[in-house]
């Protein structure tokens, strides 16, 4: 987290137009905060209007359901104290006779004249407990034995006169489900015991029906939709009728009577649970509808809020960058442009086609680059000539050198010889300064410079008649790569002369020319005497201060004599090829001396990379 601020703010103070968004952004914040607010305010205000309104529906549909039930034990209650029918009931037989079949009949028939003035209710039953016989407004009389060790029975027994009511599921009395409705799921029986107040062994009961579908009835008229379902349930939370027989009613996580929940219903989406209990009958009504529903047109007025938030957003963004484009965008190209100068490129300039502050800025820039690009052009054309004279001087200045050397060759060959080997070694001598001159040329491929090389090995080889001899390797890519002219003949000169001087036979020098690590690469390697180690740390120090960058390099090479040579190779290396040019020294002594010189292809420092700067900065 520490780093992710610290990037931020990083962002923030370098970036304009990421400051100029933000501050458009907190601009919006009250906005946002207000919107949402009025959202979840007036989402609690529909909640509570919407609750209330419900409370009022359910109240009125629990008010019909009571009165119903309250009218069946009414009736209940004046059907178990009637002295005439506790009279017809009185005889204790366990088999029918002709008498208990005539008393029988005449409480069938007031059974079914209470059935068709109250014809809402499914039947009216009396089951007579000593013969086990159930007399049905429906069905007539019907033996049903084994009533009397149902559970029921004997809660009824315990009750003291209390009713009983019988909500059957499939699971229990499965054996009377299809003799009698009474005992079917989705009927109600209301029992009562007969004479409730007499305390008799054996208790007849009265049975009053209703179909589940009558109180199904009063629930219909609470569901607008088909996304809502509501529940009747008894005092035990058992679920007496329901208007989506599909639907599982969700457990109830509160103990008030009038409760308002919001839960995840089966399929994870919000509903809305609202209950009402009776006061009088202790049921309870349940309303379970999704949360969607209610909220359809508060919804729809969150997604307006929405899509003004955004389309706030983004003309805060779109604002900002109008803003940017016209005050930080051309400060921008300004550094930009100031950037390139500083790199070196002098080309820059900067496209406008403003008339205000900014495009007086960026005209002023482009002329100031453009007269630095005159003066650096100028300063450089200076140090470039400054380049070429040295190199010419030091150029110059090998060639007498060499042609001293050579005058002392041939006369020691003038003493020691006869006048034709003077001759050739002359003629070979001349060769040698023709090629020289090149008519001002600086560079030969690398095939002539071994040509004219070979030249002067010829000399040294009528010199040393058998003492010498010369290995040359040139790899075919190597050929016709170019390199400053008199490069190698001064380091083959210091092999010979003093190298191989001395040797008294069996003399080598090795030249190898190929193409390595994309640069040139020549190697010229002898079998002498060698350098010791004292000596070649003192050449690789005095070398190694030589630079492109060094000033008055000529002057600093006079003042070694000891070195000439390969001082005068090594200034002439730096000045022409340039930095990535190098010489290497190494050397065993009484084994020999291997130097190495590293020459970048593509040509020399000073007609190339300085006439590239030269026509970019034009």
């Known amino acids: 987290m520490p780093a992710i601020l610290r990037n931020i703010t990083s962002v923030y103070k370098r970036s304009v137009q990421f400051r100029l968004t933000s501050y458009f952004l907190i601009i919006l914040v009250p906005l946002v905060a207000v919107s949402i607010f009025a959202s979840l305010r007036s989402e609690q205000i529909l909640e509570r209007k919407v609750n209330e309104q419900t409370r009022i529906a359910l109240s009125s549909a629990m008010e019909a359901i009571d009165m119903t039930m309250n009218n069946i034990e009414n009736m209940s209650m004046a059907l178990a104290t009637d002295t005439n029918l506790n009279e017809l009931l009185r005889r204790e037989n366990t088999h029918l006779t002709a008498d208990m079949t005539l008393d029988f009949n005449k409480v069938l028939n007031q059974l079914s004249n209470m059935n068709s003035v109250n014809n809402y209710l499914t039947q009216f039953s009396i ?319 690398v095939a002539e410079t071994i040509e004219h090389l070979q030249y002067y090995l010829t000399v040294q080889r009528i010199r040393f008649i058998d003492k010498l001899s010369v290995s040359i390797q040139v790899d075919e890519p190597s050929k016709s790569c170019l390199v400053l002219k008199l490069l190698l003949q001064p380091i083959v000169e210091n092999a010979i002369l003093h190298g191989l001087e001395q040797k008294k036979k069996d003399g080598l020098v090795r030249i190898d020319c190929r193409v390595e690590q994309q640069r040139l690469r020549l190697e010229v390697s002898d079998n002498g005497k060698g350098i010791n180690a004292e000596r070649l740390g003192y050449i690789r120090d005095e070398l190694a201060k030589l630079s492109l960058h060094t000033d008055k390099v000529w002057e600093h090479e006079i003042r070694r004599h000891d070195l000439y040579g390969l001082w005068n190779v090594k200034a002439r290396l730096k000045l022409y090829y340039g930095e990535p040019a190098e010489l290497t020294i190494d050397s065993i002594e009484n084994e020999g001396t291997t130097i190495v010189l590293w020459i970048p292809i593509g040509g020399a420092y000073e007609s190339h990379d300085r006439r590239r700067r030269a026509s970019s900065a034009e």
């Open 127 to 445: 089951y007579h407990a000593y013969s086990e016989t159930i007399l049905s407004s429906k069905y007539g009389g019907r033996r049903m034995d084994g009533l009397l060790k149902q559970p029921w029975y004997g809660e009824l027994l315990k009750s003291g006169g209390k009713r009983f009511l019988l909500i059957p599921r499939v699971d229990e009395f499965d054996s009377y489900q299809q003799l009698d409705q009474s005992f079917q799921p989705g009927y109600l029986t209301l029992m009562l015991a007969m004479d409730p107040f007499k305390p008799d062994v054996r208790k007849h009961v009265l049975m009053i029906t209703i179909s589940a579908s009558h109180l199904q009835k009063h629930l219909d008229t609470l569901v607008h939709a088909n996304n809502a379902s509501v529940f009747l349930m008894n005092s035990d939370n058992r679920l007496i009728v329901g208007t989506n027989p599909d639907i599982t009613p969700p457990q109830w996580t509160t103990g008030s009577d009038y409760t308002v929940n919001r839960h995840s219903g089966q399929n994870g989406n919000p509903e809305m649970l609202v209950r009402y209990r009776s006061a009088v009958s202790g049921w309870t009504i349940m309303m379970v509808k999704p949360a969607s529903a209610m909220y359809a047109e508060i919804n729809q007025l969150r997604t307006f809020m929405y899509v003004i938030i955004s389309m706030s957003f983004l003309l805060s963004l779109v604002i900002s960058w109008v803003v940017y484009q016209g005050i930080a965008s051309p400060l921008r190209t300004l550094a930009h442009g100031m950037k390139q100068v500083r790199i070196g490129q002098l080309n820059t300039n900067l496209p406008h086609k403003r008339e205000d502050e900014f495009g007086y800025l960026m005209q002023s820039f482009n002329e100031m680059a453009l007269e630095q690009k005159h003066l650096i052009k100028n300063n450089y054309e200076q140090q470039l000539l400054r380049l070429k004279a040295e190199l010419r001087v030091m150029q110059s200045q090998i060639n007498p050198h060499f042609l001293y050397n050579t005058l002392d060759s041939i006369y020691s060959m003038a003493e020691n010889y006869e006048a034709e080997e003077i001759t050739e070694m002359v003629l070979n001598l001349s060769k040698f300064f023709r090629l020289s001159l090149s008519k001002g040329q600086d560079e030969f491929t």
